[in-house]
């Protein structure tokens, strides 16, 4: 499988963090697919964390479009954008919550940065390239293979369900809808946070809220600075409520089933991130692309 849409990562830390860029798994590699057993809910007893016990995890997924049109300036601004990320998500969640980055990228193939999620405190992005087509479906089925916990969702403790940020510039060259249909069985996708950033004036919001669920957790960006702003507060706002628990209703003092956390932690994350980009994007008028 090529490297053509990445480069070498340059690794200083951590042993953990030493499968990169040229240990990456390609998805026609991977595991055996595991949605069977994992419509069993394997999430331990709790899935959505509603108990406070021994440290819990939080694996952060970002799928990110590297094809052909995102090259130049687009995958420039990600690029430094991602790097100056990673320490904001650092500061996330509590003491008792280990957060993790795992990293698909999608174009002609699709590719993870790291052949396991990384610690946030020894994760280090390695930049990207683009070229080739958008294969979301191809990027759909492979996150579907990997949310299992015989894969990537294997950590010994209570693990709090999954954030999936989605960054694309344009419409699917594949068969997104079959992949999503395959996604939309798997367990940790139903209770994971989703969001959405459609990047350009090529990007289809309406295919990205089929993937979220909902056009609140959809936001878009039409200029370098924009794209900086929605990828700080998708990723740093979901990674928020993803580390929070929630067992109690806040109207009716009851305690909350695990469909319900869902709901409450998906619906706040609509709400907070509509009001973040309403008050912080001044130039929401700006022409399709300009800026790039």
């Known amino acids: 499988?090529?490297?053509?849409?990445?480069?070498?990562?340059?690794?200083?830390?951590?042993?953990?963090?030493?499968?990169?860029?040229?240990?990456?798994?390609?998805?026609?590699?991977?595991?055996?697919?595991?949605?069977?057993?994992?419509?069993?809910?394997?999430?331990?007893?709790d899935p959505l964390s509603a108990t406070g016990v021994s440290r819990k995890s939080l694996v952060i997924f970002f799928l990110i479009d590297t094809s052909g049109s995102m090259k130049g300036k687009k995958m420039g601004e990600l690029n430094t954008v991602m790097e100056e990320l990673?320490?904001?998500?650092?500061?996330?969640?509590?003491?008792?919550?280990?957060?993790?980055?795992?990293v698909l990228t999608f174009s002609t193939e699709v590719r993870w940065m790291y052949s396991a999620p990384i610690p946030i405190e020894e994760f280090e992005w390695a930049r990207l390239r683009a070229s080739g087509v958008t294969s979301l479906g191809a990027a759909f089925k492979e996150l579907s293979l990997r949310m299992s916990r015989n894969s990537y969702l294997n950590s010994p403790s209570l693990s709090f369900a999954p954030v999936i940020f989605l960054m694309t510039d344009g419409y699917p060259s594949d068969d997104y809808k079959e992949g999503l249909r395959e996604l939309q069985s798997n367990s940790w996708y139903k209770f994971g946070l989703k969001a959405a950033?459609?990047?350009g004036s090529e990007a289809n919001d309406n295919v990205l809220a089929e993937f979220t669920g909902s056009a609140d957790t959809v936001v878009?960006?039409?200029?370098?600075?924009?794209l900086a702003q929605m990828i700080?507060?998708?990723?740093?706002?979901?990674?928020?409520?993803?580390?929070?628990?929630?067992?109690?209703s806040d109207e009716t003092g009851r305690e909350l089933a695990e469909e319900d956390v869902f709901a409450a932690k998906q619906k706040l994350l609509g709400q907070q991130i509509q009001?973040?980009?309403?008050?912080?994007?001044?130039?929401?008028?700006?022409?399709?692309?300009?800026?790039?």
Request: charged share 20%; proline share 5%; net charge negative.
């Open 1 to 45: 499988m090529s490297n053509e849409n990445i480069t070498e990562p340059v690794i200083n830390s951590a042993e953990s963090a030493s499968a990169a860029a040229d240990n990456f798994e390609p998805a026609g590699s991977a595991a055996p697919n595991t949605n069977a057993a994992d419509s069993l809910l394997d999430f331990d007893d």
């Open 86 to 102: 990673i320490p904001e998500i650092r500061r996330v969640g509590e003491a008792d919550t280990e957060v993790k980055v795992a």
């Open 197 to 199: 950033l459609g990047i």
């Open 220 to 226: 878009h960006a039409y200029s370098g600075s924009q």
């Open 232 to 248: 700080k507060i998708i990723a740093v706002t979901s990674s928020q409520i993803g580390s929070k628990s929630m067992t109690l």
């Open 275 to 292: 009001e973040l980009v309403s008050n912080q994007v001044e130039d929401s008028d700006v022409p399709f692309d300009t800026g790039w």
